[in-house]
DNA sequence: CGTCTGTATGTAAACGATTACATTCTTGCC
DNA sequence: GGCAAGAATGTAATCGTTTACATACAGACG
């Protein structure tokens, strides 16, 4: 691979020049800049990132550690952050973290010296919180449990935004509302459970433990709670799940278990994922704006990059709205393209 | 931070040992390697990969260029990529290639210096074919038309797949069968739609360019198309869609219109995302091994880089397989958890 | 005790860029 | 023509590693 001292050479100028031309910091005669770049044209020539990153200590990169990568959700969020990423001149570093603690510090002195700075999604409650980080490299943390207020952080409006559904579902009259609530541990699922129950009491309603059954985030997990609620003596009128692929599979289990949503049975989800409008019926979820958390996230990271000093820890939540459809009856069939609007929109 | 020089002098070594303590080139004596060790924990030292990187000239790290990263299909891609990259101690810097020609040639060297090795997806079959490659990186296509011999690819068997399809649907008595079509120009759309002529010319069945509806990969497209088929005056009894989101924008699209899935008018996808069997009907379509897409990709690019000089090019393609759910009709409902089985499995 | 052998450690030259500083070249003006 | 000023270019130190080579040290052996 040719080197800057190849094209200097052959420019017959010096490796200083050929840096100016590629930086264009000016000072360099109209003629000679357009030399060396011909020379570089024909070399195939490319500056070697690890060697510029090494005396500028800057990568243009950021790294993203994320619990998994699977699902319309990382998937949004990922395009969420390179979007804005990108826009600023920075490239993204994927990686999924692994399990413990441990593994976790292991991914990120990995990316030690790769990265300006890195974005963390880590939504382990029981997680030792604060992992000692690198004292210099700027984090921000997404969708995780408040690590007080040491740190950035980017969250989800997720109580508030379960509240508000859970509102919904007493309003348009039930009062036997099940949950199917997120995996154990997770902060996200903590919160939205905790909205549910809010909602109840304030509604006057008497929680019910037999009425909160256990999920995982996934279509199966949701397909088995619905199963099991069915089997209740005294079944539920609605279901709120924790997140949309739950949702997905209760209606499924519903549909083939011959009971009607929403005649025998309402039906929410959390997320409003591009799918929630395709499902029959079309499912009323809790809208997440999922890519703009990334970005929101991004912006963040790079302000604590560029104002290291100045920079403040911010504390951002972004905000959810209700997104009404036929699965919990309220109105008639929304037609899902070409644009959506929705019914009901209660900010919260 | 801390340098590999802060731990020498703290341990009272020399950077060269400090250095092969962490490369555990042996040739250190026990005591020594623990007190380095120590030292490097207190002070929180990492090494920084730019630097190591410029002298061994290896960065274990794999570029990853997509033309989106958004749905189901990109985020199972990833998964499967960053999965087998991982296992061989490889991290994954992925990115979104921008629209031309030029601009992927620029994404590419912006990746010099970062990477070991390009994993390239760049559909466009109008795009100027083989791009002027640096010569001596890497390269592995994803999904991409052929470029002749000189280039590593993965493809998928979409032509066998999509006549599979078409074949099946034949054998249960349709004659009519509209295809909704992918993304103009895409190399898998054009694939998929060969199969699809083909199984008819195959059955004797005469093509008609009214059955052959433009779509782009989208819900919102397939919704369109559907919508446009069903004021056909000769309505078609089957639709194939190129891929999975479509089809379920068309399913949308029929339930509103009151017309009957699989009764009125049978229809099928491809890819066999994970949401196509929690559809109502179940969608049938043909199943993509996408994550093993990926893992395959990678390890020929693995391969690529670990034994340069002995590598030979590769073309892969990976096999597809019909699955058959009530959306055409063939059988009775299919249970979808906690197990999956296909009725109705043909190689293609 | 000298020598030889092997193990453990240190020294210093790369790697490919950036950039402060030094040097050379133009140009305009007296 | 001489000179100053500014523009264009060059020189060399530097970033944090790895690694070939040099060196030191210990034990074995005659």
């Known amino acids: 691979m040719a080197t800057i001292k190849d094209v200097a050479r052959q420019a017959s100028v010096s490796v200083a020049t050929v840096s100016r031309v590629f930086n264009d910091t000016g000072l360099v005669r109209e003629e000679t800049s357009r030399r060396v770049r011909e020379v570089a044209a024909l070399l195939r020539y490319a500056p070697h990132s690890g060697a510029r990153s090494l005396i500028t200590n800057r990568t243009n990169t950021l790294g993203v550690l994320l619990p998994d990568l699977y699902g319309e959700f990382f998937s949004e969020l990922i395009h969420g952050i390179d979007l804005t990423a990108r826009k600023n001149g920075y490239h993204i570093l994927v990686s999924r973290s692994w399990e413990g ?26 997680r030792d919180t604060l992992l000692n980080l690198p004292a210099d490299l700027p984090v921000v943390f997404l969708c995780s449990p408040s690590q007080g207020h040491e740190v950035d952080s980017v969250t989800i409006h997720n109580m508030r935004g379960a509240r508000a559904m859970v509102s919904h579902l007493i309003a348009v009259g039930h009062r036997r509302i099940a949950i199917i609530k997120g995996s154990f541990g997770n902060y996200d699922a903590a919160e939205r459970l905790r909205g549910y129950q809010t909602a109840l009491k304030e509604a006057g309603i008497e929680p019910e433990p037999r009425l909160e059954r256990c999920g995982d985030f996934t279509e199966v997990g949701g397909y088995n709670a619905a199963l099991a609620l069915l089997a209740e003596t005294n079944r539920p009128t609605a279901v709120f799940a924790a997140n949309d692929s739950m949702a997905i599979g209760a209606l499924s289990a519903f549909r083939e278990s011959g009971v009607k949503v929403p005649g025998d049975i309402a039906v929410a989800g959390f997320d409003d994922i591009p799918l929630a409008r395709y499902m029959d019926p079309p499912l009323s979820s809790v809208r997440v704006p999922i890519s703009e958390l990334g970005a929101t996230a991004v912006d963040i990271l790079l302000h604590a990059i560029t104002s290291k000093n100045l920079h403040t820890r911010r504390h951002m939540r972004v905000s959810t709205e209700v997104v009404i459809r036929r699965s919990t009856n309220g109105q008639p069939a929304e037609r899902p393209p070409p644009t959506t609007f929705n019914r009901e929109t209660s900010s919260g």
């Open 101 to 126: 603690r441990t593994e976790i510090e292991e991914a990120m002195r990995a990316m030690r010296g790769r990265v300006d700075g890195l974005l963390l999604m880590s939504p382990d409650i029981h």
